[in-house]
């Protein structure tokens, strides 16, 4: 046991220095960059895009530090500035698919998976869902009421402050990610010795199977469902690669992720701005659900007259 143990720590270590390689320096970079002309630019751009959206230009705020900060930063800048409840819907909405895409993106590229793809499915949710929102209800006119209210610390002024601020934040990361990979690298590697993982997998066939993939993709969907896609990468690149996850599942694994990833964090942070989390899960997951069987039946279409084509 203790040599189990022992490994498995190895193997959370291995992929905490390969995850932190990137976590720290984006999250730096980001933090860094927070302050300055570019980052108000950036937002000074997005703004008259969010009419479209039935949104006042203040959320474009949220919309970009969500998106490139992470979700945290985004809840704190929509607590300060006043939004109909029909507003915090779609923004939540399409926060909830397309946040820290910089970050999230980065780290799973790591197992093999397209960058581009990703970006273009999670923008894609976002967009598709705040217009559909914003067309089709008519209510939600009135003041949101947020279910508390937190205070930001002051900014802080002057280079120096920011550099501090920014290496702390991106420390900050580095130990939540050792804090969650270590620990759940030897829980997998006690349960992978001990072939627990067989019977996890017989458990979720049913499940993968419906959603067009083989029971081995189930430790990669379980993972990036749970621990979301920076903090459960290492898992799944470690799965995909012992498990022999064909680059297929991995593919249609990741479609569902990236629609509906680290379900009870990304949902419950909502729960400040006083709107009701449930719709948030709902529609994530049967956006993840019916978009992953989609491709998968599509892929299947494909694949079979390229098959009959090639062994003729």
Same mark, same amino acid.
């Given at each position: 046991?203790?040599?189990?143990?022992?490994?498995?720590?190895?193997?959370?270590?291995?992929?905490?220095?390969?995850?932190?390689?990137?976590?720290?320096?984006?999250?730096?970079?980001?933090?860094?960059?927070?302050?300055?002309?570019?980052?108000?630019?950036?937002?000074?751009?997005?703004?008259?895009?969010?009419?479209?959206?039935? =949104?006042?230009?203040?959320?474009?705020?949220?919309?970009?530090?969500?998106?490139?900060?992470?979700?945290?930063?985004?809840?704190?800048?929509?607590?300060?500035?006043?939004?109909?409840?029909?507003?915090?819907?779609?923004?939540?909405?399409?926060?909830?698919?397309?946040?820290?895409?910089?970050?999230?993106?980065?780290?799973?590229?790591?197992?093999?998976?397209?960058?581009?793809?990703?970006?273009?499915?999670?923008?894609?949710?976002?967009?598709?869902?705040?217009?559909?929102?914003?067309?089709?209800?008519?209510?939600?006119?009135?003041?949101?009421?947020?279910?508390?209210?937190?205070?930001?610390?002051?900014?802080?002024?002057?280079?120096?402050?920011?550099?501090?601020?920014?290496?702390?934040?991106?420390?900050?990361?580095?130990?939540?990610?050792?804090?969650?990979?270590?620990?759940?690298?030897?829980?997998?590697?006690? =349960?992978?010795?001990?072939?627990?993982?067989?019977?996890?997998?017989?458990?979720?066939?049913?499940?993968?199977?419906?959603?067009?993939?083989?029971?081995?993709?189930?430790?990669?969907?379980?993972?990036?469902?749970?621990?979301?896609?920076?903090?459960?990468?290492?898992?799944?690149?470690?799965?995909?690669?012992?498990?022999?996850?064909?680059?297929?599942?991995?593919?249609?694994?990741?479609?569902?992720?990236?629609?509906?990833?680290?379900?009870?964090?990304?949902?419950?942070?909502?729960?400040?701005?006083?709107?009701?989390?449930?719709? =948030?899960?709902?529609?994530?997951?049967?956006?993840?659900?019916?978009?992953?069987?989609?491709?998968?039946?599509?892929?299947?279409?494909?694949?079979?007259?390229?098959?009959?084509?090639?062994?003729?």
């Amino acid at each position: 046991m203790v040599g189990t143990l022992q490994r498995g720590v190895i193997a959370g270590l291995k992929t905490s220095w390969a995850l932190g390689k990137i976590i720290f320096p984006v999250t730096l970079v980001l933090a860094l960059l927070q302050p300055t002309p570019l980052f108000s630019w950036l937002i000074d751009l997005v703004t008259p895009l969010m009419k479209w959206f039935g =949104l006042s230009g203040d959320a474009a705020v949220p919309l970009v530090l969500g998106n490139l900060l992470g979700l945290y930063a985004a809840i704190g800048a929509m607590l300060t500035i006043e939004f109909t409840v029909k507003e915090v819907l779609i923004l939540a909405i399409m926060l909830s698919f397309s946040h820290n895409l910089i970050v999230e993106s980065s780290v799973a590229s790591r197992t093999g998976m397209s960058v581009w793809l990703m970006l273009a499915v999670r923008i894609g949710l976002a967009v598709v869902s705040g217009l559909l929102i914003a067309h089709l209800w008519d209510g939600g006119h009135e003041a949101a009421q947020y279910g508390f209210i937190t205070h930001e610390a002051a900014p802080p002024v002057g280079w120096g402050a920011i550099a501090l601020a920014a290496l702390k934040k991106a420390a900050t990361g580095i130990v939540q990610l050792v804090a969650i990979v270590i620990p759940l690298m030897t829980i997998i590697q006690v =349960l992978k010795e001990r072939h627990w993982i067989e019977t996890f997998s017989r458990w979720m066939a049913p499940v993968t199977k419906m959603l067009g993939m083989s029971a081995n993709t189930s430790l990669t969907l379980a993972a990036g469902f749970v621990f979301g896609l920076a903090y459960g990468a290492g898992v799944m690149i470690q799965a995909a690669k012992e498990d022999g996850v064909s680059k297929r599942d991995l593919t249609l694994a990741f479609i569902f992720l990236v629609s509906c990833h680290a379900v009870v964090e990304d949902t419950l942070i909502f729960v400040p701005l006083g709107i009701s989390v449930w719709p =948030l899960l709902v529609i994530r997951l049967v956006t993840a659900v019916l978009l992953t069987m989609a491709v998968a039946f599509l892929w299947r279409r494909f694949e079979h007259p390229m098959r009959k084509e090639a062994a003729s």
